[in-house]
């Protein structure tokens, strides 16, 4: 996707919060935002990171997917909050309407103010930039909705990372069998290319898949009831404008 103006107007607004979010609160070490679709939005670290806002983006979208879907599954719930605690850092994913919001913590420094008040500060947070966001045009250019506003007839809308984790997927096919099987395609095609690989078309009678990389980190997949060489070609031309 091209970044427009008024993208990277926002970006500067929503990481100028980020800054004095991590100002104000001594036990945050850095926040990332992206969209459901691993999109990167903003993002604001104490130090810098071997990680890119890509990687981080791709990861964290990842993540709370996976954990919204497992809570969904086992406890017909919606995701509140996904902690996870390590030896020196808890990482603190929160997911909303329009947005995945992660927060890196100093477990010491959290613990001794209380892991509740963070999880509910941040909640609230989150849900006010989840409102900035919802009244830009961001939500309309981010990835998975332009595709399917480009594509309606898509049977299968997937964006995945290059390891085979869902991002974010609408499909009947299981998430986790999609997303594997999509990730071996994509990774053995690379291998048979020597790399470089744009897209890969799998036809049919009357349908067809269409695999596409997104960026360093993603990978798109959409099955379409189409297996015309110049309506599948008409479809990867709104791809490839979508993701410019």
């Given at each position: ?112 103010e209380g892991l509740d008040y963070y999880i509910n500060h941040l ?82 009678e009357n349908g067809s898949i269409i695999i596409h990389e997104l ?30």
């Amino acid at each position: 996707m091209s970044s427009e103006p008024n993208f990277k107007d926002l970006e500067t607004d929503i990481t100028d919060l980020l800054e004095k979010e991590i100002k104000e609160q001594a036990g945050i070490l850095g926040m990332t935002i992206s969209s459901h679709g691993g999109t990167h939005l903003a993002s604001k670290f104490k130090k810098d990171i071997s990680m890119t806002k890509t990687e981080i983006s791709a990861a964290s979208s990842s993540l709370v997917f996976l954990a919204s879907k497992m809570l969904q599954d086992s406890l017909n719930q919606k995701i509140s909050y996904n902690l996870i605690t390590g030896t020196k850092r808890i990482i603190l994913s929160i997911l909303t309407d329009n947005i995945a919001m992660i927060s890196y913590l100093n477990r010491e420094l959290a613990e001794l103010e209380g892991l509740d008040y963070y999880i509910n500060h941040l909640k609230k947070f989150s849900m006010k930039l989840s409102a900035i966001i919802a009244t830009s045009d961001l939500i309309k250019e981010e990835v998975f909705v332009a595709i399917k506003r480009a594509i309606p007839n898509a049977l299968v809308v997937a964006i995945i990372t290059k390891d085979g984790l869902p991002i974010k997927i609408q499909a009947t096919m299981a998430e986790p069998i999609l997303s594997a099987i999509t990730s071996a395609i994509y990774n053995l095609s690379s291998v048979l290319l020597e790399g470089g690989l744009e897209f890969s078309i799998i036809g049919g009678e009357n349908g067809s898949i269409i695999i596409h990389e997104l960026d360093k980190n993603r990978i798109l997949a959409i099955a379409v009831p189409e297996a015309d060489e110049k309506k599948l070609g008409s479809y990867i031309a709104k791809i490839k404008t979508i993701i410019a």
